[in-house]
């Protein structure tokens, strides 16, 4: 194993379950993310299916550098992802960092919100 994927494996304190008082905080400056049946949720609609193939790209390798494996979903020109962390079977802090990472990703490939434009 690289020493790059033994610093991605999170610490303890990133593998505690948030509480939804937690989640709700930590998704506040994220337009479009939801908390819905514990997982985060988010769907980006991109300017054409190749800028979708792009983002999902970009996406996998910003979580593959996490350490993480959300579940993602490519439709046409949608991009979504269902994030939970399923060793602890709910939302921690290594979700919500994959998340501000994977929003400032759909800014960069033009991608918007489902539902915000």
């Known amino acids: 194993m690289s020493a790059d994927a033994d610093n991605a494996r999170p ?3 990133e593998r505690t379950r948030l509480t ?9 400056d994220l337009p479009g993310w939801a908390f819905s049946e514990g997982s985060l949720t988010y769907t980006a609609v991109c300017e054409s299916p190749q800028a979708a193939i792009n983002l999902v790209s970009a996406i996998g390798q910003a979580a593959n550098s996490q350490d993480h ?8 020109d949608e991009v979504t992802l269902d994030l939970r962390s399923h060793d602890v079977d709910g939302v921690t802090k290594r979700d919500l960092r994959l998340a501000r990472s994977v929003s400032a990703l759909s800014g960069e490939f033009d991608a918007t919100p489902l539902g915000m434009d």
């Open 69 to 76: 494996h959300p579940d993602l979903l490519w439709s046409y």
């Open 20 to 28: 939804e008082e937690q989640i709700a905080e930590g998704l506040a």
């Open 11 to 13: 610490d303890a304190d």
